[in-house]
């Protein structure tokens, strides 16, 4: 049977969580599935982790350490599904997802691109510690159009969603320079050439932790890149439809750029601070 789900998960340094996301593939009530695992340059014993698993679908590549996008692109290029799906290594799908997520694409041949509801959980860490931790439970509303997504009405990203393999053969990819929000301008370059082949799926179907001030992306963000990345993905993507009366540009890029300033002179708690 040729596969139908490919699940890409770039990990970095995660062996102690990474058996969580790997056991959430395992308990999946749809079996044909892969899951690629993209060492990103790890240092610590994430090869021998995973391969405790013994289990031919769970897939582990070494890359040199070259940032997610790279390790995501790489995932694309061994992607053997049909439909690829995206799970970070300090992340779990719930059981029902691929079979939830296969009921909608039989439902609707012509979808492209699909996003189901999440549980998300913000988590603030200090020397290493867990000192608060917020469940996020309003964050998914009830419908969610493309050009919701494009106006940035719900901070998604890449964790539990799904698109068909055909954007590989497309030349769609993460773009490194649009990092840290490479999960959104993939989101737009896939909506800008499928316009009407977008599925939000209203099922709660994974869990995504963010972790602030720990070893997640988020605590290395800063506020100046931030203004320079939503400048980029605007110029990059003004000419699209999706943007057509867009309201996040250029107030978002006056907003870090305040914020950096700010921060600069001392008088600004971390990114953080600002968003747990």
């Known amino acids: 049977m040729d596969t139908l789900f490919s699940i890409i998960t ?13 056991e959430s593939l395992l308990a999946q009530t749809y079996k044909n599935w892969e899951m690629i695992i993209i060492d990103d ?26 940032k997610q996008c790279a ?6 290029e061994l ?19 691929l079979e ?40 998914f509303p009830e419908t969610l159009t493309l050009k919701d997504l ?10 539990g969603s799904m698109h068909h393999r ?12 649009a990092s840290p929000l490479e999960d959104w301008d993939l989101f737009l370059s896939i909506g800008q050439k499928y316009p009407d082949n977008f599925v939000y799926v209203t099922k709660e179907l994974y869990h995504y932790v963010q972790r602030h001030g720990g070893d997640g992306l988020v605590a290395n963000t800063g506020f100046r890149n931030l203004a320079k990345t939503y400048e980029y993905i605007f110029n990059k993507h003004k ?24 921060s600069e002179n001392g008088s600004s708690v971390g990114l953080h601070e600002k968003t747990i």
Request: net charge neutral.
């Open 10 to 22: 770039p990990t970095y340094n995660r062996a102690y969580i990474l058996p969580k996301a790997i």
């Open 41 to 66: 340059g790890s240092t610590d014993n994430t090869k021998e982790v995973v391969g405790r698993f013994n289990d031919p679908r769970i897939k582990y590549f070494y890359q040199n350490n070259q």
């Open 71 to 76: 390790a995501r692109n790489k995932g694309l």
């Open 79 to 97: 992607a053997q599904g049909q439909w690829v799906c995206y799970l970070d290594s300090d992340n779990e799908l719930f059981p029902n997802y």
């Open 100 to 139: 939830t997520m296969l009921a909608e694409i039989q439902a609707d041949p012509n979808v492209v691109l699909l996003l189901p509801k999440g549980r998300h959980t913000k988590e603030l860490y200090e020397n290493g510690k867990l000192i608060k931790s917020v469940d996020d439970a309003e964050n």
């Open 150 to 159: 494009a106006d940035r009405k719900l901070h998604a990203d890449m964790n």
């Open 166 to 177: 055909k954007i590989i053969s497309d030349g769609i990819r993460f773009d490194q320079a």
């Open 239 to 262: 000419a699209s439809s999706l943007l057509q009366g867009q309201t996040w540009y250029p107030r978002k890029v006056e907003e870090y750029n305040r914020l950096a300033e700010e």
